[in-house]
């Protein structure tokens, strides 16, 4: 005889049962940043012509990939540069945080100045949730011709 697991038992619906066992991944503290894109080879002849942005979405995961629906909360966000020239980046409205809602966020670098050929601009988030002081991840924009 094959016995169910308790929830299925007690009749929970297959969406109340993936959420359960997101939460469960989250108190057991199996909480992943994702930060994408990666990396990335901005244009330094689009970026010099100005008003040049770029988004960076964060999701809180677990090490399966499954993404933490249930929390909503901030994650900190920091900025640096490279250049050859004079580039500089800054978070919209100079932020060091933003918020994610259901596991999932943006946050918006805006470039200025001017950036040559492999300068590069990181974008670090951290955080913690649950008390757990999370591995930083980064995006890194190396710029091309």
Known sequence: MVVKPLKEQLGFAP??????ADLES??????????????????ATTIN???????VTAQLQNAAGQRHEWYSGLLSVAVAESTFG????????????????NGIGTVEI?????????????????GTVLGKSLVSHTSVDTNIA
Do not use: C
């Not at 004079?86 to 809602?101: E, H, I, K």
């Open 15 to 20: 969406e109340l049962r993936r959420y359960l």
């Open 110 to 126: 805006d470039y200025s100045a001017t950036w040559a050929l492999n300068d590069t601009q990181t974008t670090t988030i951290s």
């Open 86 to 101: 004079n580039g500089t980046s800054a978070v919209l409205a100079g932020a060091t945080t933003f918020p994610l809602v």
């Open 49 to 55: 012509l100005g008003s040049f942005k770029r988004t």
């Open 26 to 43: 989250g108190v057991s503290l199996d909480l992943v940043i994702v930060v994408t894109p990666a990396t990335l080879g901005s244009s």
